[in-house]
């Protein structure tokens, strides 16, 4: 327990000497019981920051430090090892006067608050203990959920390091919202081209396990060791018969809308979404099929040469314990039926971006032609609206940030499709930052003699076989009216959190996952061990959900390539005097807490660290190592 | 002289600590009466930590969790809900306010909230007034 404590003041520029008075601070400080020594400096984490500190617990015979700066989520790590150099890392602690003072605060009252919390730190610091940390051992393997271009490329990068990889996708192929789009901006490769042979790769790494038609339902235990359960729908077709000759898909009776084309083509009950769908197999969707138990139809295994089809598939749960999890579970578009303003989108002739990606297919819906849905014949006028839905406070405030360049390869693809077709785009601004990005833009509006209106699309509604649509142009001032065959939605992107709660990552207002620190951890989740990857977590392009993918997979091989992994120390321990009445037993969520010889006792490898039991206990004899009670009450005293 | 408000505030380490920084990098300004103490979870903060809050002078407590379903430690948050509903009560019964007792959940990435929460709650014991020993 530290008696000699160092408290180090951090200016931060100005971010805390801007506001905190920081000599005032430490003269305050400086008289406190069990300081003998406390300075200010520019940069604390600088190089010279550090070496200050290192001079002072030399050259003051310190035995404890306090860092007054920023957050501890920030530095903590590196003040901790610049105090490793010479005792244990919990005689250091941080005093978050940043975030927590001088950032929210003003004047006076800002320093008052930084004193109280660096008494309270340093209160907390006089009674921490030396701990050392505890190693567990790491499951050298990584779950990868999702599996669209993000996915496909973490699990590659992954597999090519050596390490095993299970790949779970929910739908009945790989390949996910790259594997709709027509092409891809600002190259114009078609995207099936460039994305079909990594699917395939997928399916032929010796390293990875594919679980698509699956879903993970359940995930436990810890970094290093997580436990997955995993749900594997049944397709009642084997994907090892399965020979894709499509004799089944001819003589089913029932008729649906195929997802893959957003609902514009049909496809029968058993189907495969895609040509080029991996794995390579047909699906028999039992949601739609005419029954199985009792058998109503059973034609396609009549037709089925391949003997594939098996009626008697049940779902299976596989279990699987991996180290890390890459989280890619990507996106979907705002529902369009909440634009008020643009008729609910319930007008055949208005279709969204994804809609429209699928008719620029040569394999989609119209093969390739621009048509109005409403009566098949060609679009000679099109308008674009960009941020339908995103950049307004009325429905998603942020930027979806890929529609100005997914619209303007919508408009230039209409023109070569469409030559003498009018296009009209309605923008708000054109945010073009990518490599490439302002110069493609700016050939669709040059080149392709694309309308580009600045102005927000004030209404739109249907006269005889036209759409109208009504907005103001913003440079010139003037009313335009748009008489249009088709009108497509750069619709806002949502973020999908249905795994939020699994992997108990906080979302924000769009369904993305919050990463551990927006600049510096880009892919981290705050919880150990998660990764994310790709739109999950915030809108973006192919170039950029690839890079963060290969960021995540470097990620987790850092963290699989070890053998052991350290752990917090931050556990419960039970005092001998514990009545053995089983109240930490039964809150316990991790089963840490077990009876031997009458009394409780904390296993250690399955402490979280959590404290619930501490504060269950009706004797009060369990404590948290280094949040004890009496820390927290002295640090109650010194805060009041 | 105005009456200034003291609060101790019990954040939670995954989801309303993250929450206050958030606010802070974002620079929503918000009354300096709240002073945090970091624990690891909300279901962390023992009944004990609230009577000695409240018996050292404390106008006020704020317990910040994930919010349910969100919790770090899978269910602490529950746990910390049920307790502070059973505190409010005996709190009436030692004649304070039980709101001056408030549980809020706050995700890492609510900073906004974060703020508002702070606000708010320091107004309204500003409005009551200090605990009347």
Redesign the interface.
């Known amino acids: 327990m530290p008696k000699r404590i160092g408290v180090f003041v951090c200016h931060c520029g100005v971010n805390i000497a801007g506001t905190v008075d920081v000599k005032r601070v430490v003269e305050e400080i400086s008289g406190y019981e069990g300081v003998v020594f406390a300075t200010d400096y520019q940069y604390m984490c600088s190089d010279p920051g550090q070496s200050l500190i290192k001079k002072k617990i030399e050259e003051e015979n310190l035995d404890g430090v306090i860092v007054a700066a920023c ?3 920030m530095h903590e790590e590196t003040f901790r090892n610049v105090c490793k150099q010479y005792f244990n890392g919990y005689r250091c602690e941080m005093a ?1 006067i ?4 001088s ?4 004047g006076i ?2 320093t ?2 930084a004193i ?2 660096i008494k ?1 730190a340093i209160e907390k610091l006089k009674e921490n203990e030396d701990l050392e940390p505890i190693f567990v051992p790491v499951e050298k393997k990584c779950l990868v959920i999702g599996g669209g271009i993000a996915g496909i490329q973490a699990a590659l990068d992954i597999a090519d390091a050596g390490y095993n990889v299970i790949l779970v996708e929910k739908e009945a192929s790989i390949g996910g919202r790259m594997a709709q789009l027509s092409e891809t901006f600002p190259t114009l490769d078609c995207s099936q081209c460039i994305l079909t042979p990594k699917m395939v790769a997928v399916s032929r790494h010796p390293k990875i396990k594919l679980l698509a038609y699956s879903e993970v339902i359940e995930i436990s235990g810890y970094v290093g060791n997580f436990n997955v359960k995993i749900l594997k729908k049944p397709r009642y077709v084997d994907e090892d018969k399965c020979t894709v000759c499509g004799d089944c898909e001819k003589v089913c009776p029932v008729i649906v809308p195929n997802e893959f084309e957003m609902g514009r083509k049909p496809r029968r009950a058993i189907y495969i979404p895609f040509p080029q769908a991996v794995p390579s197999t047909y699906t028999l969707d039992i949601k739609n099929c005419l029954g199985l138990s009792p058998l109503i139809c059973g034609k396609c295994k009549e037709a089925c040469e391949a003997k594939a089809i098996d009626y008697d598939m049940r779902e299976q749960i596989i279990e699987e314990n991996v180290g890390a999890i890459i989280v890619a579970t990507g996106y979907d578009l705002y529902d369009k039926s909440k634009l008020v303003e643009y008729g609910y989108g319930e007008d055949d002739d208005i279709i969204t971006s994804l809609e429209f990606e699928r008719m620029l297919s040569a394999n989609g819906p119209t093969k390739g032609e621009i048509i109005k849905p409403s009566n098949g014949k060609e679009a000679k006028k099109i308008v674009f609206i960009q941020c339908a839905g995103s950049r307004d406070e009325q429905h998603m405030p942020y930027c979806s940030s890929i529609c100005c360049m997914y619209t303007a390869k919508h408009a230039l693809l209409y023109k070569h499709h469409v030559p003498q077709g009018e296009a009209y785009v309605f923008y708000i601004d054109i945010r073009a930052g990518g490599k490439g990005y302002e110069e493609f833009v700016s050939r669709v509006m040059k080149e392709e003699r694309v309308n580009y209106i600045r102005g927000k699309v004030a209404k739109i509604y249907r006269d005889g076989d036209k759409i109208v649509v009504c907005g103001v142009d913003t440079l010139t001032g003037k009313k335009v009216e748009v008489r249009a065959d088709l009108v497509v939605l750069a619709l806002a992107i949502l973020g999908k959190d249905e795994m ?2 699994k992997i ?6 769009g369904g993305f996952f ?1 990463e551990s620190h ?1 600049k510096l951890k880009p892919v981290e989740a ?2 150990r061990g998660i990764y994310f990857a790709g739109c999950c977590q915030s809108p973006k392009d192919i170039p950029s959900a690839v890079a963060q993918a290969s960021g995540s997979a470097a990620k987790a091989l850092g963290l699989i390539s070890k053998d052991k992994l350290e752990k917090d120390p ?1 556990i419960a321990f039970v005092d001998e005097n514990c009545s053995g009445c089983g109240v930490c037993i039964s ?1 316990c ?2 089963g840490a807490m077990v009876k031997e010889g009458g009394k409780a006792k904390c296993i250690e490898a399955l402490c ?5 039991c ?3 206990c009706p004797s ?1 004899n369990i404590e ?1 190592k280094n ?1 004890r ?1 009496k820390q ?2 002295k ?3 010194v ?2 | 002289m105005n009456f200034e408000p003291k609060i101790v505030a019990f954040l939670c380490n995954w989801c309303s600590y993250a929450g206050a920084d958030l606010a802070g990098v974002s620079r929503f300004k918000y009354p300096p009466n709240v002073v945090p103490i970091k624990v690891m979870c909300s279901g962390r903060v023992d009944a004990e930590f609230i009577i000695d809050a409240f018996r050292k002078g404390a106008d006020g407590v704020l317990i910040g969790g994930c919010h349910p379903g969100d919790c770090h430690y899978v269910e602490g948050n529950y746990k910390a809900r049920r307790r502070v509903e059973m505190m409010k009560r005996l709190l009436e019964e030692m004649g304070i306010n039980p709101k001056r007792l408030r549980i809020e959940w706050i995700s890492a990435t609510e900073g906004k909230k974060f703020a508002s929460v702070v606000e708010e709650f320091v107004e309204e014991i500003r409005r009551l007034g200090p605990v009347k020993k």
């Open positions: 957050s501890p989520s978050n940043r975030e927590h003072c950032w929210v605060h003003e009252e800002a008052e608050k109280k919390i309270a939020a709660k108990r990552v906080a979302v924000d207002e919050k927006p705050l919880s931050l809150v969520p991790y979280e660290g959590c404290g619930t501490a504060a269950a009060n948290m949040y009670d927290i009450e640090m109650i005293e805060i009041i």
